[in-house]
């Protein structure tokens, strides 16, 4: 009964009228899209909503998901459990160097005051991985990690370039830059989960807690949770409560769950958490999309779970056959190395968490069922081009004048 009540939308959010509920799970929305929310960054504007129902967010966060919401006038900060080991889950621009960077900057940056040169805070970088026993070298390639590191600060609002650019550190120049410290952001920013209160603390205490929290993040980050990736007793849970969390996922957080018997689909009407968009234009996105038919048909049974055991070799063929099927869709540069046309279908693959890694090869998640594409063109017939010849035109620019 208790883990039931536990469950069920916080009180303060079934006491407020029908758009103000609205407007929290709004703001629940844009929090779990951008959690260092601030003035003058992506959706900012909403800040003094989220300032306002701030009290009924913070419970929500806390006793739903075990995540602690700090609300200042200027900015919002949620702070999340990682994910775990996830590959997909880092910034596009950043490499792993970049990341090394990233750390080094924000360590270096605690130390430096309000505002720092831009040659002494590299200096100071240099200083800290040296403290941390990382060599580091000064090359074009260094310097762009470093640089992508800056701009991803500079994009959180950590910092800003009040007189010059880090991009001088990419040129031979060595321009100068001045750079401002957003000390409270940078605050925010390095402060992890460790201070965030316990959960027995959030909610009733209570065998469970960690097992609705653990559960109801992977629904809520993930577009696909499957049953066989829980535990077996975080899959009881589910199974136990999916009804009644497809309601509070919706009501909370503005999610449609889709329940199926390997588990459950959890997607957003308007797409706004949607950071890989599928179906998609271009050539690796919509050979991706084809493919999947194809290989869900492979001679390979479905294991008990629905996962459909496929081969590197086996979408290498698909792609290939999808290439010489219809030569003109597809663009050039995209299929002239297969391999990595493959490589790249592959990285797809795993960004939509449809297929993952095995010992003998891969498995295809059973959520690939949902699309069956049709191709909107007819297969090349053998021996013939693909593309029709242009017709002999009826006219010449000879013509006499007065002819067509």
Known sequence: MRADTRSRVPAALTELSDIDAANVARCAKVLLRHPLLRVGGPDGDLLPLVYRHRVTLQEMFASLLGYRLVVERRFARLHKVGAGDDPTRGEPGLTPRAYAYLCLTMAALTGVGRQVLLSRLVADIRSTAAEAGIDLVDDLADRRALTAALRHLIGLGVIT???????????????????????????????????????????????????????????????VTLHSDLSAEEADWLRRGQRRESVLLERCFGLVTEIRAEGVAVT????????????????????????????????????????????????????????????????????????????????????????????????????????????DDTRATPGRSAVPEAPEPGWSLFDEEGSP
């Open 161 to 223: 370039e009040t007189d010059g650019s880090v991009a001088g550190l990419v040129g031979e120049s060595g321009a100068e830059a001045l750079i401002t410290i957003h000390t409270d952001l940078l605050g925010q920013l390095l402060s992890g989960t460790s201070d965030a209160p316990d959960a027995a603390a959030l909610i009733a205490s209570g065998a469970g807690a960690g097992v609705e929290h653990s559960v109801r993040r992977k629904l809520v980050e993930n577009p």
């Open 268 to 375: 957003d009407p308007e797409e706004y958490l949607t950071d890989v968009v599928f179906p998609s234009t271009g050539t690796v996105a919509r050979i991706t999309l084809l493919a999947l038919p194809e290989l869900l048909a492979t001679e390979a049974a479905p294991r008990p779970d629905g996962r459909v055991p496929v081969s590197t070799r086996d979408v290498r063929e698909t792609c290939v056959r999808l290439i010489e099927d219809y030569p003109a869709a597809w663009s050039r540069q995209a299929t002239d190395n297969v391999d990595d046309l493959v490589d790249a279908v592959l990285d797809l693959l795993l960004r939509l968490t449809l297929i993952a890694e095995s010992p003998d090869g891969w498995l295809l998640s059973p959520a690939a069922h949902r699309w069956l594409p049709l191709p």
